[in-house]
């Protein structure tokens, strides 16, 4: 953009003779053009994130699951569309992105105070609280996949929305926030890189889900009785989906229409492609059978691994992300999972925690400034000599690890007090679909 | 009067029921089941938790036929659902009391 306005002023001051108004007219112009783009670019990421939730991730978790609680499942991600927008609106997003605390946000945008149509950046700030939301709405939602088929329903909006005030809330601002302890960007104690999410998002939910899988217990039956899948096809779809929002999640979090957003674009896809073929490789080799549900569910896994380094890499690191997270959320899920003996239903901790902490330390190994801020001189990871913050990245991880851990424990206790997380044994055999909402998924008899 | 259940593989049902058509029987009653003899089931792997699926689809033919006819029918099965490999199902036979047509209470192999 700079370029253009220097050379639109060197044509209008010699056309027009150093016409300053409608010099200044014409840079105003060019500024309103970029911000139009910026603009349209985010509005349409927070509308693909948006999409990752509801249908993406509900058809995702809702295949996984036996057919008597596909809906009950769906609705974990579809309710919290309605919830998360609620509670952020109140007091989210001045929780998450006001003031300058080192931990947690304030109230001055409590009740959209003061966030309106003027620019936050390059974007108007009702657009970038927007775009915010969206990634408050997933999170949690990831977080049902650990929970999935045992948890009382109205357990489960109590959890959300303390789980959002506790853990979700806090993280955001300490890793985004303006003064956040761990913001790279705003002189944080602890520098961390976290271009889209890979810790706040990621590793936030999927430590909670090993949390709520452990606090739960295993689903009646776990491991003797068959809990297969019900419909692979509607997972097909939805892993689908999450790919292709994870383009606005990613490139969006490059909050401007610009050549980072491209470059995280293009990580994106390349860290789902190479994440696809590791953990497809990994399960031919071990099993005989390269399964569709381990292709789709390592996409998932490279996808989030990426979250963290999209806008900081290069494309070649980005496959060596992909790749790496494809094998090891594999052996998580495949091999230690089924050693440890503890049921996370549809994998939220193996997928999210342990692709969301690949994918934050490696950030600290591949980050450069030719992608991160070409004409700044920081240096940004490991490859542009910064070794310190690989280990800023292990320390960042550790504390969400932590906050996510404690936060959910504390939580499900408060919880299980108030309503009781766990539903009766009977409805959990009868399936959520029929207790808790009384209706079923598939009427084909009708 | 004899019955005749046959299990076979749900892929040759058509052809069963033609031939069976073609010799003159004129009824049988179908069912889905599951089920395994020898040829047990087969494995499968959902992220890496195994399952042993050992309760295959199968179709189940039943058919009650004069004594007369018992041996061509089950000829006939056997020709018709016979692939030669492992799987290919079992037949029974068993000897009937009575039969009774409802509508107008036929009996024996009247009925039929």
């Given at each position: 953009?700079?370029?253009?306005?220097?050379?639109?002023?060197?044509?209008?001051?010699?056309?027009?003779?150093?016409?300053?108004?409608?010099?200044?007219?014409?840079?105003?112009?060019?500024?309103?053009?970029?911000?139009?783009?910026?603009?349209?670019?985010?509005?349409?990421?927070?509308?693909?994130?948006?999409?990752?939730?509801?249908?993406?991730?509900?058809?995702?978790?809702?295949?996984?699951?036996?057919?008597?609680?596909?809906?009950?499942?769906?609705?974990?991600?579809?309710?919290?569309?309605?919830?998360?927008?609620?509670?952020?609106?109140?007091?989210?997003?001045?929780?998450?992105?006001?003031?300058?605390?080192?931990?947690?946000?304030?109230?001055?945008?409590?009740?959209?105070?003061?966030?309106?149509?003027?620019?936050?950046?390059?974007?108007?700030?009702?657009?970038?609280?927007?775009?915010?939301?969206?990634?408050?709405?997933?999170?949690?939602?990831?977080?049902?996949?650990?929970?999935?088929?045992?948890?009382?329903?109205?357990?489960?909006?109590?959890?959300?929305?303390?789980?959002?005030?506790?853990?979700?809330?806090?993280?955001?601002?300490?890793?985004?926030?303006?003064?956040?302890?761990?913001?790279?960007?705003?002189?944080?104690?602890?520098?961390?890189?976290?271009?889209?999410?890979?810790?706040?998002?990621?590793?936030?939910?999927?430590?909670?889900?090993?949390?709520?899988?452990?606090?739960?217990?295993?689903?009646?039956?776990?491991?003797?009785?068959?809990?297969?899948?019900?419909?692979?096809?509607?997972?097909?779809?939805?892993?689908?989906?999450?790919?292709?929002?994870?383009?606005?999640?990613?490139?969006?979090?490059?909050?401007?229409?610009?050549?980072?957003?491209?470059?995280?674009?293009?990580?994106?896809?390349?860290?789902?492609?190479?994440?696809?073929?590791?953990?497809?490789?990994?399960?031919?080799?071990?099993?005989?059978?390269?399964?569709?549900?381990?292709?789709?569910?390592?996409?998932?896994?490279?996808?989030?691994?990426?979250?963290?380094?999209?806008?900081?890499?290069?494309?070649?690191?980005?496959?060596?992300?992909?790749?790496?997270?494809?094998?090891?959320?594999?052996?998580?899920?495949?091999?230690?999972?089924?050693?440890?003996?503890?049921?996370?239903?549809?994998?939220?901790?193996?997928?999210?925690?342990?692709?969301?902490?690949?994918?934050?330390?490696?950030?600290?190994?591949?980050?450069?400034?030719?992608?991160?801020?070409?004409?700044?001189?920081?240096?940004?990871?490991?490859?542009?000599?910064?070794?310190?913050?690989?280990?800023?990245?292990?320390?960042?991880?550790?504390?969400?690890?932590?906050?996510?851990?404690?936060?959910?424990?504390?939580?499900?206790?408060?919880?299980?007090?108030?309503?009781?997380?766990?539903?009766?044994?009977?409805?959990?055999?009868?399936?959520?679909?029929?207790?808790?909402?009384?209706?079923?998924?598939?009427?084909?008899?009708? | 009067m004899k019955k005749i259940e046959?299990?076979?593989?749900?892929?040759?049902?058509?052809?069963?029921?033609?031939?069976?058509?073609?010799?003159?029987v004129?009824g049988?009653?179908?069912?889905?089941?599951?089920?395994?003899?020898?040829?047990?089931?087969?494995?499968?792997?959902?992220?890496?938790?195994?399952?042993?699926?050992?309760?295959?689809?199968?179709?189940?033919?039943e058919l009650v036929v004069p004594d007369a006819r018992a041996?061509?029918v089950?000829?006939?099965?056997?020709?018709?659902?016979?692939?030669?490999?492992?799987?290919?199902?079992?037949?029974?036979v068993s000897e009937i009391a009575e039969a009774i047509r409802?509508?107008?209470?036929d009996r024996g192999e009247a009925a039929l």
């Amino acid at each position: 953009m700079r370029k253009i306005s220097g050379f639109l002023l060197l044509a209008a001051a010699a056309a027009n003779g150093q016409d300053a108004e409608k010099l200044a007219a014409l840079e105003k112009a060019v500024q309103d053009a970029q911000a139009a783009a910026d603009n349209a670019w985010l509005m349409t990421s927070t509308a693909l994130v948006l999409m990752m939730t509801g249908p993406g991730l509900a058809l995702f978790y809702g295949g996984l699951v036996r057919k008597k609680n596909v809906l009950g499942t769906m609705m974990h991600s579809f309710i919290l569309m309605a919830v998360a927008t609620v509670l952020w609106g109140v007091v989210g997003y001045s929780l998450a992105f006001g003031g300058e605390g080192r931990f947690i946000g304030d109230l001055s945008y409590a009740f959209m105070n003061a966030v309106g149509m003027e620019r936050q950046g390059a974007i108007p700030h009702l657009t970038f609280m927007a775009f915010q939301l969206m990634f408050a709405i997933i999170t949690p939602a990831l977080i049902s996949g650990a929970f999935a088929e045992r948890i009382r329903f109205s357990a489960m909006l109590l959890f959300t929305v303390l789980w959002s005030l506790v853990v979700y809330y806090p993280l955001a601002h300490m890793v985004w926030g303006t003064g956040g302890l761990l913001n790279a960007f705003s002189d944080g104690a602890i520098p961390c890189y976290d271009f889209a999410g890979g810790t706040v998002v990621h590793i936030s939910s999927g430590v909670s889900a090993l949390v709520c899988a452990i606090y739960l217990g295993k689903r009646h039956g776990y491991p003797s009785e068959t809990m297969k899948p019900h419909n692979l096809v509607l997972s097909v779809v939805g892993a689908c989906l999450l790919w292709v929002g994870w383009f606005g999640f990613n490139a969006g979090s490059a909050l401007a229409s610009s050549g980072q957003a491209a470059s995280a674009f293009v990580a994106t896809q390349f860290g789902a492609a190479a994440a696809t073929l590791g953990w497809m490789l990994a399960e031919w080799l071990r099993n005989g059978k390269p399964s569709v549900l381990g292709a789709i569910t390592g996409a998932v896994a490279g996808l989030v691994a990426i979250t963290p380094a999209s806008g900081f890499v290069r494309p070649m690191p980005a496959l060596v992300i992909g790749f790496a997270a494809g094998l090891i959320c594999y052996y998580m899920v495949a091999v230690v999972k089924q050693r440890l003996g503890y049921d996370d239903s549809l994998d939220a901790f193996g997928v999210h925690g342990v692709g969301g902490t690949v994918g934050a330390i490696l950030t600290g190994v591949f980050a450069t400034r030719l992608v991160a801020d070409p004409e700044g001189s920081r240096a940004f990871g490991l490859v542009d000599g910064n070794a310190m913050q690989v280990a800023y990245q292990f320390v960042g991880s550790l504390i969400a690890w932590v906050l996510a851990a404690v936060g959910t424990f504390v939580i499900l206790k408060v919880c299980d007090l108030l309503v009781g997380v766990r539903v009766e044994a009977e409805h959990e055999i009868l399936g959520l679909d029929l207790s808790m909402h009384g209706e079923e998924g598939y009427n084909l008899e009708s | 009067m004899k019955k005749i259940e046959a299990v076979i593989q749900p892929f040759k049902l058509e052809e069963v029921k033609a031939a069976l058509i073609g010799i003159g029987v004129d009824g049988m009653t179908v069912l889905e089941v599951r089920g395994h003899g020898r040829q047990k089931g087969h494995k499968e792997v959902y992220r890496g938790q195994e399952y042993v699926v050992d309760l295959l689809p199968k179709v189940k033919l039943e058919l009650v036929v004069p004594d007369a006819r018992a041996d061509e029918v089950i000829r006939t099965l056997i020709r018709s659902a016979r692939t030669g490999k492992i799987g290919d199902g079992k037949i029974f036979v068993s000897e009937i009391a009575e039969a009774i047509r409802i509508r107008n209470e036929d009996r024996g192999e009247a009925a039929l």
